[in-house]
């Protein structure tokens, strides 16, 4: 297994590969972990993707979720299945609003809580972002890629497969 999961912050992607792994013990790589110096400054994306491979090569099986277009790029060849979830903005607005304490992204709900409006409005341009975080871009990725993949258009869809 070696499941790479894309889509916009909120549309469920770490709640996905959770539930993909249940009780087996494959890792998780969240791409925020490798995309960023503290700061928030991002990481030049050679030191990134060379995170990523080291990764990938560590480990035998795998599920890497993100919205970072550049990464997941990097990341395709070696993945066996592709998950686009994409259960539109309001779904991802609703979730990140829900959105309990990440400890591993923020020393204390204070400090999550106060990046949660400029959250909020990022994921709300999703559709019409031109970056590699964007609609346009994982559209892209998802046509493009020639392997097994499965797009989710709503958090039913998430819960059948």
């Known amino acids: 297994m ?4 894309l889509g916009n912050a909120g549309s469920g992607k770490s709640t996905m590969a959770r539930r993909i792994i ?6 998780i790589l969240s791409l925020d972990e490798i995309a960023w110096n503290p700061g928030p400054e991002r990481k030049p994306l050679a030191e990134s993707i060379r995170d990523l491979q080291l990764f990938m090569d560590n480990h035998e099986q795998w599920i890497i979720e993100g919205c970072y277009g550049d990464l997941i790029e990097a990341a395709l060849p070696y993945c066996t299945e592709l998950r686009f979830l994409n259960p539109g903005i309001h779904i991802c607005v609703e979730h990140c609003q829900n959105r309990p304490w990440e ?22 341009q999703y559709d019409n972002r031109d970056d590699e975080y964007g609609l346009k871009r994982h559209r892209q990725i998802f046509d493009n890629f020639t392997g097994l993949k499965k797009e989710y258009l709503t958090v039913d869809a998430y819960n059948q497969d």
């Open 2 to 5: 070696k499941v790479i999961i």
């Open 22 to 27: 249940g009780t087996m013990n494959i890792p």
């Open 103 to 124: 400890a591993d992204k923020f020393p204390s709900p204070e400090a999550q809580q106060a990046m949660f409006a400029g959250l909020i409005e990022w994921v709300k």
